[in-house]
Structure formats: C-alpha cells, structure tokens
C-alpha cells in the first residue's frame, strides 16, 4: 500500500431517518471514493437499520436512500462491517439486510458480499487500524 | 502537528461548534496548525452573518470569523449541506437564481473533497458533534 494512501472509516452509528447524518455520510463516502483512499464503513447501533432491505419512506415523505447502498461497489467501497451484536439486540439478522456485493477485478471479476459480520471485538480491532475516523 | 477540524453541528442548539473552536483556538495559540476547518451538516449554521444572538452572550460566527482573519484559517462550508440549509455565498446565489448571500466573514463554500483532502493532508482530522 501506497505511503499516501490512509485508512478512511466511516462509522454509522444512527437510524437512517429521524435524522439527515446517515444520509449526509453516504454523500461523504461517494465523494471521497474519488480520492483513491482505502475505505471502510462501519454500521453498529441503529446504523444497522441503515442496511436493511426493503425499505419505504413514502408514508413519512422522505427520500429512500436505501438504493445507494447498493451502488457503493462500484465505487470500490467493498467493506462493510456490521456489528453482530447490535444486530441482535434489535432483534435483525444478516438476512434482514440488503445483500450487497461488489465485483473483484483481481478474481475475474467474481461476485463478493461486501457486508462482513463481525463481533463487537472485532470491529475495535478494525477501528483501532484506521487512520481517519468520521463518526456519523 | 497538522490538524484538520470538522464541526457536525450548529450553533447554540449544540455544544459541538463551542468545543471545535476552543479547540482550534488552543491548538494555534500552541504552535500547531490547524489545515482546515469544515462545517458539514448543521454546522453549516455557523457560517451565516444574520445571526444575531442577545447581546450577553458569545457570537459563535464572529467568534470563528475573528479567529480566521487574525490565523488566516481555512474555513471551508459543506455545498451540498450549505444549499439544503440555505447558506449562500454570491456564486451560489447567481448560481440558484437566489435574491440573497449570507455567508460570513472568512467562510467560503466548497465540496466535500476538501473535507476528504483535509483528512489525507493533516495529522489528525478531529470531528465535533454528537
């Protein structure tokens, strides 16, 4: 890896309406894919229900940016670390979510899941290797 | 050191932009440098010279403006949160057929790359808000 390539995670910690941070997050991701970065994005607390599938906004009229996610592979953001035991306390499993996937160009294009469940443990182990941590 | 600041929050309804400035104050006033300043979200609000707090209290946008002129700070407002929220400079206004500008002092809106580009080029990116 590059010298002048950091460590970019973007944490997600909120439900993804009641408040415009989730939305907001996903607009900073977008943006700095551009950057050429290494990126990973965390989902705990009510961030998991960012991910979940079959979202519909319509009653409480507004935007569903649930999609969004699913376009985040081909902007190379391929690592999504959810939190099992938020899942669990919420009473959600992976299949709860949406399944997201990204290509690898290395493996002849071969289709990956781009949410990795990981324990709580874990994702400190995952925080504590980052270089730039935006909280949302 | 090389920091960059990121404020989340707006003015008076949260302690974050209070914190972010005493900060970068502190910062200065020891020798660091502070690469940038970016208001995303309602921090935004702290970008708009129509604020007009009771006279006793802290004037959280002159605050920042004063800092600014007398550290030559970069004080960079979020586009995109900046539009939502109704803080426009004199480009975004011809831009979006508006009939007014209220950005402050020492503000000046751009993207979110400045907000990634702050984060590769500085030391440490410290993010204020909740």
Same mark, same amino acid.
């Given at each position: 890896m590059s010298e002048d390539i950091k460590r970019f995670m973007y944490i997600n910690r909120r439900a993804p309406h009641g408040t415009i941070y989730a939305w907001e997050s996903l607009e900073v991701v977008l943006i700095g894919?551009?950057?050429?970065?290494?990126?990973?994005?965390?989902?705990?607390?009510?961030?998991?229900?960012?991910?979940?599938?079959?979202?519909d906004t319509s009653g409480i009229e507004t935007k569903?940016?649930?999609?969004t996610y699913s376009a985040l592979g081909d902007y190379d953001v391929t690592k999504l670390y959810v939190e099992q035991e938020s899942l669990e306390e919420r009473g959600l499993t992976l299949d709860d979510l949406m399944?997201?996937?990204?290509?690898?160009?290395?493996?002849?294009w071969a289709e990956k899941d781009s949410i990795r469940l990981v324990?709580?443990?874990?994702?400190?182990?995952?925080?504590?290797?980052?270089?730039?941590?935006?909280?949302? | 050191m090389k920091f960059s600041i990121q404020v989340? /929050?707006?003015p008076?309804?949260?302690?974050?932009? *209070?914190?972010?400035?005493?900060? =970068? @104050?502190?910062?200065?006033?020891?020798?660091? /440098?502070?690469?940038?300043?970016?208001?995303?979200? *309602?921090?935004?609000?702290?970008? =708009? @010279?129509?604020t007009t707090p009771p006279q006793d209290d802290r004037n959280v946008v002159n605050r920042w403006s004063e800092l600014a002129k007398e550290h030559d700070l970069d004080m960079v407002v979020c586009v995109a949160a900046a539009q939502r929220r109704g803080i426009v400079d004199e480009g975004e206004m011809q831009r979006n057929g508006k009939d007014a500008e209220n950005i402050a002092e020492g503000f000046r809106i751009s993207g979110l790359g400045q907000l990634i580009e702050a984060g590769v080029q500085s030391d440490r990116l410290v993010v204020f808000g909740d």
């Open positions: 894919a551009a950057f050429d970065q290494d990126v990973s994005l965390a989902f705990f607390d009510d961030g998991v229900y960012q991910l979940l599938k079959s979202q569903n940016f649930s999609p399944d997201l996937k990204w290509e690898d160009e290395d493996d002849d324990s709580r443990a874990e994702l400190k182990e995952v925080l504590e290797q980052q270089d730039i941590v935006f909280s949302f | 989340n /929050e707006g008076y309804q949260h302690q974050a932009t *209070d914190s972010a400035y005493q900060f =970068t @104050k502190a910062a200065l006033e020891n020798g660091h /440098e502070i690469y940038r300043v970016f208001f995303y979200h *309602d921090g935004v609000n702290n970008g =708009t @010279k129509l």
